[in-house]
């Protein structure tokens, strides 16, 4: 067990801890007894990196098992299994010597579009809430600290560290934070990362608000909250607000004006030492220092291939084409059957123990292969003779396997999507394809939603997300049926991406990011307005049936009846769905709850579905606390948000709300697409922020505004890195390096350079990109003199009270 005791620090001391020493590692004072602690990216897989490493996964790492993402896990709806993966995280990382996963990644996805929805659960706050929670669990149970992360509001990759979510209270408690609290009341994590963004005008490590009203005195949360890498921006702001540590290693300049604030009375150092003491305690429970155990790899390959069986979504099955029969005559076409598409692309990177891909493993399954053709071009170039060689392979199959899905281009930290839609060399190829053989089975990876109007030409379509390194067994291992698919959407596949609500409002070109939808997103959405969909939250498809029948509401819960209908052993995921009276605007349904159930052939079994604190309750503006509405509610169970099967009233004793609200408009209707500035207002419940022109870039700028710079040298340097991103898009692949400079604003300087760089030396920089050259050049340099034997001063400060 870790000591307890305080120990008894100077206050610089407490401020040195509210920063890293290194990009990985916190500050540790030795003869304080308090050890650093080894963070690590590690939502699906331990990146832990050789060397010093760098942030982003550009250099390399250790081998570790890469799982199927939280955008495929969450396709399970098994927190349980979720929680299973979670404890194998939690070996890996000790075994690795990692006190600390940075992860689950459970930010909502408001839109398809977002760059890094692979990373994240649902566009569901309680499915996301729920499956976090296991992971946490298992992480957690290896006596490795888990991190979700990004809290909070965080929707885009466009100008991340740039952007500031314009968001009312209601939407953003019900929506955007239920989820974190999901998993800070049921899971208990011992840390929390918070966001680059700003929520309504401050940014997330220093929005006091969110860390300590909600966050700690709401939530009861006793953890730490560290920034995202370069996302704190003041650490006197920080220790102020609720938090506890700046990362990377930004030197010691913030532990000096934390000292000089607390010297001027404008920080209370009981604040300082709060957050030093988070620190503290976790340094505490740290074990990277100890015996390490051995990663059981083979085990955990045998977990992953489990999880992505248990994930894959089964979106069509025309005329019971699959599974398929033994000696099945099979074309292998698509170039991820070669090289697969597993998991996405940014801080989350695994270096896999091993890999599967479909040539390797296929001689294990009873299929005769008739050949394998690539199809087309990953960088999207189109091919004819690629083309033409999948064709006359094809013709001589009973049945094509084409491997299709998002490249790497397309999913990725740093960048959003602009549209829905696959490669078109893919799509065509489709629609050749099933010319010379109607017979085509379509194996998409993908860690978002896509467009699917090229299902036509396909008789079935297996979804595996993006599956982890034993994807590739998984996928022919429902192909035959070995295993029977039993994964759901976790967010829904619009008809087009013109029908989603943020549609025109994503992502956010500069810094105010409206979230305009108000708590209408995803199948919320969908559902209120009547838009037909593709294939809706919660869908998917088994080669089992089942029945739902005799539904009981009672005051803690729904039964009902499952029955399995088939001669095939499956599981099915009952969802448990809510509607409101009316009295309050609100999405006509709203998911509550869920059950993943496994039957055998016949079976038939009583499902219980629990109600909580979550089930009834909204955001009263008016009180400014949780409210029930007081009324008739709809409880409703089914198989997905539009195949709703049993349906029953239920009395609920609550508030009566105030008369409707006019000034509120389209969002009583949900028609969000209508919302006028002032519907908007009156959601907000203030004036819409508005953005400021200036003439010059400030600190909080990209470094991609440099395009609108006044020093033509900085211009120059805009368009080198803008070149640079052309180079590297033009490969299929995203250089993350550049694309986390473009979006890096000209403060971050100071908080990812070790220290090198002030911020009085980022004040001088700007200066210069501001064509106010003499300035910056004098503040720079001085800055520089100035910071350099500054640090020394610190260090030997800190030396001396340590030594």
Not at 402 to 409: C, M, S
Not at 621 to 643: F, K, L
């Amino acid at each position: 067990m870790a000591s307890t005791d305080k120990p008894e620090l100077t206050l610089l001391e407490a401020a040195a801890l509210l920063s890293g020493e290194s990009e990985w590692d916190s500050r540790a004072l030795p003869a304080k007894g308090i050890p650093s602690f080894v963070m690590s990216d590690g939502p699906h897989g331990i990146r832990r990196q050789l060397g010093s490493g760098d942030h982003l996964g550009i250099a390399a790492s250790e081998p570790s098992t890469c799982f199927p993402t939280a955008a495929t896990v969450a396709n399970s709806w098994d927190p349980e299994l979720a929680e299973e993966m979670g404890q194998a995280l939690g070996q890996e990382a000790r075994a690795l010597g990692v006190d600390v996963v940075l992860g689950p990644g459970l930010n909502i996805k408001r839109s398809p579009l977002c760059g890094r929805n692979f990373e994240y659960y649902s566009e569901d706050p309680i499915l996301a809430g729920r499956m976090a929670a296991g992971l946490v669990r298992g992480i957690q149970s290896q006596d490795v600290a888990a991190c979700p992360k990004h809290f909070a509001v965080n929707s885009q990759e466009l100008r991340r560290m740039a952007s500031d979510s314009i968001v009312d209270e209601r939407t953003m408690r019900e929506i955007y934070l239920t989820a974190f609290e999901v998993v800070v009341r049921e899971a208990e994590p011992r840390t929390i990362m918070s966001s680059y963004n700003r929520i309504n005008g401050t940014y997330a490590h220093e929005n006091k608000h969110l860390l300590i009203d909600i966050l700690r005195d709401e939530w009861g949360f006793g953890g730490m909250v560290v920034s995202d890498w370069g996302g704190s921006n003041s650490a006197v702001d920080a220790a102020r607000a609720g938090g506890s540590l700046e990362m990377p290693g930004p030197g010691l300049h913030g532990a000096r004006a934390i000292v000089e604030a607390v010297k001027r009375g404008e920080l209370n150092e009981a604040d300082v030492r709060a957050r030093a003491q988070e620190v503290v305690a976790l340094a505490r429970g740290a074990r990277s220092g100890g015996q390490r155990p051995t990663i059981q790899a083979q085990a955990h390959h045998d977990l992953a291939r489990r999880v992505a069986e248990e994930s894959i979504v089964l979106l069509r099955n025309e005329d019971g084409i699959l599974p398929l029969a033994s000696a099945t005559k099979v074309a292998i076409v698509g170039d991820m059957a070669h090289t697969p598409r597993y998991q996405g692309s940014g801080s989350s990177q695994v270096n896999p123990t091993q890999l599967e891909t479909t040539l390797d493993v296929l001689d294990q399954f009873p299929l005769e292969c008739v050949g394998y053709a690539q199809g087309y071009n990953r960088q999207r170039e189109p091919h004819e003779d690629l083309v033409r060689q999948a064709i006359d392979l094809a013709s001589r199959a009973d049945v094509v396997l084409a491997y299709i899905g998002l490249d790497e281009l397309s999913e990725s930290e740093g960048l959003d999507r602009t549209h829905m839609r696959l490669p078109q060399v893919q799509t065509q190829l489709l629609e050749r394809l099933a010319e010379v053989n109607p017979n085509v089975v379509a194996v998409l990876s993908a860690g978002s939603s896509v467009e699917t109007d090229w299902a036509i030409n396909t008789r079935a379509i297996i979804h595996t997300s993006l599956s982890g390194q034993a994807g590739a067994s998984a996928v022919l291992r429902v192909i035959t049926g070995a295993v029977n698919p039993s994964g759901r959407l976790n967010e829904t596949y619009p008809l087009a991406y013109s029908d989603e609500p943020t549609y025109g409002n994503y992502p956010a070109t500069s810094t105010l990011s409206y979230y305009k939808e108000g708590p209408y997103v995803g199948y919320r959405y969908f559902a209120t307005t009547g838009t037909e969909v593709a294939y809706p939250f919660g869908y998917g498809l088994s080669y089992s049936t089942f029945d739902y029948a005799d539904l009981r509401v009672q005051s803690d819960g729904v039964h009902f009846t499952l029955t399995n209908t088939s001669d095939v052993e499956g599981a099915e995921v009952p969802q448990l769905y809510v509607s409101s009276p009316g009295g309050v605007f609100a999405p006509n349904i709203e998911l509550k709850g869920f059950a993943k159930v496994s039957l055998q052939a016949g079976q038939s079994t009583d499902v219980f579905i629990p109600f909580d604190r979550y089930t009834f309750r909204h955001w009263d503006t008016d009180s400014d606390q949780w409210a029930v509405e007081d009324g008739q509610w709809t409880v409703h169970i089914g198989r997905n948000a539009s195949d709703l099967i049993l349906h029953a009233t239920h009395q609920v004793t609550g508030t009566v709300p105030e008369p409707a609200n006019s000034s509120l408009g389209s969002y009583w209707t949900g028609n969000v697409h209508d919302v006028t500035d002032a519907e908007f207002a009156a959601l907000l419940g203030r004036e819409i922020p508005r953005e400021e022109e200036q003439d010059l870039l400030t600190d909080a700028d990209p470094l991609s505004s440099m395009n609108r710079a006044k020093s033509r040298i900085a211009r120059s340097a805009a368009r080198f890195l803008h070149k640079k991103k052309a180079q590297a898009d033009a490969t299929g692949k995203p250089d993350l390096n550049i694309l986390f400079i473009l979006n890096m604003p000209f403060r971050t300087m100071g908080k990812m350079t070790r220290g090198m760089v002030s911020d009085e030396m980022v004040d001088g920089i700007v200066d210069l990109v501001n064509a106010r050259t003499w300035r910056g050049l004098k503040t720079v340099v001085g800055g520089y003199l100035r910071n350099r034997r500054a640090d020394r001063r610190t260090q030997r400060e800190l030396d001396g009270h340590s030594s």
